[in-house]
């Protein structure tokens, strides 16, 4: 069966610090992979995507996510955390089959950052 | 940035009332979604359209229904809410279905049927 897991349901990190947020993925092929983030009260951004090629993708706001097909991981990284990363992520993966574009999301981990 | 509005934000309501929450985009997108959020849950597609006239049920089972006449409005309608319906509702559209470069989402309409 096809799912998205992100292990961590809660992180805490400190301002200036590193973070990294995990996802895995079981799926048929390779799929396309996504990060999203949700800020309380809005909608979800996207902040980078994979569809091929270089498997160290940059996105918005300084993050980074690197694909590895040997772990069916796509961790994201942020090497120094601002105030304003307090917010809930979520990993999507679609098939790169599919001829219509169905998204499905883990259940988010939630990131709060400290002073 | 993304064009995309759902209406009301905040919905409260009794059981047994008829609810239709709104979802409009500017971007003359031809695919559209409708996602269920709980606290703590993934995000569960309940429906989504291919274009005008199309409609299909997504992953999760829904109550709800859609309609779409019209490429930016796609609107989702309970007939008889339930407190089993209390939920996040996220519409989302997205420019293509063969690059699948990205979804925009709305801020979504938190439901609570009391």
């Known amino acids: 069966a096809q799912s998205v897991t992100q292990p961590d349901i809660h992180i805490t990190v400190s301002e200036g610090a590193s973070l990294e947020l995990r996802c895995n993925y079981s799926y048929g092929a390779t799929p396309y992979l996504f990060w999203y983030v949700q800020s309380p009260g809005q909608g979800l951004q996207l902040l980078l995507k994979?569809?091929?090629?270089?498997?160290l993708v940059q996105g918005i706001k300084g993050f980074e996510a690197e694909f590895k097909r040997s772990q069916s991981s796509f961790n994201l990284r942020k090497p120094s955390v601002h105030w304003s990363d307090a917010a809930e992520y979520f990993c999507a993966v679609a098939s790169s089959t599919d001829s219509w574009g169905k998204f499905q999301f883990g259940a988010g981990t939630q990131v709060v950052v400290t002073p | 940035e993304a064009d995309i509005y759902q209406t009301p934000r905040y919905l409260v309501i009794g059981t047994g009332k008829k609810i239709t929450l709104e979802c409009s985009q500017t971007m003359g997108h031809d695919k559209m979604y409708w996602y269920q959020q709980d606290p703590g849950m993934e995000l569960h597609l309940i429906h989504y359209s291919y274009g005008v006239n199309s409609t299909e049920k997504g992953d999760l089972s829904s109550e709800s229904t859609v309609s779409r006449i019209r490429t930016e409005h796609f609107p989702l309608t309970l007939e008889s809410a339930r407190p089993s319906h209390t939920s996040q509702y996220l519409c989302?559209?997205?420019?293509?279905?063969?690059?699948?470069?990205?979804?925009?989402f709305g801020s979504g309409t938190q439901l609570s049927v009391l």
């Open positions: 989302a559209s997205s420019e293509s279905t063969v690059t699948r470069e990205k979804l925009f």
């Open positions: 994979y569809f091929s090629g270089d498997t």
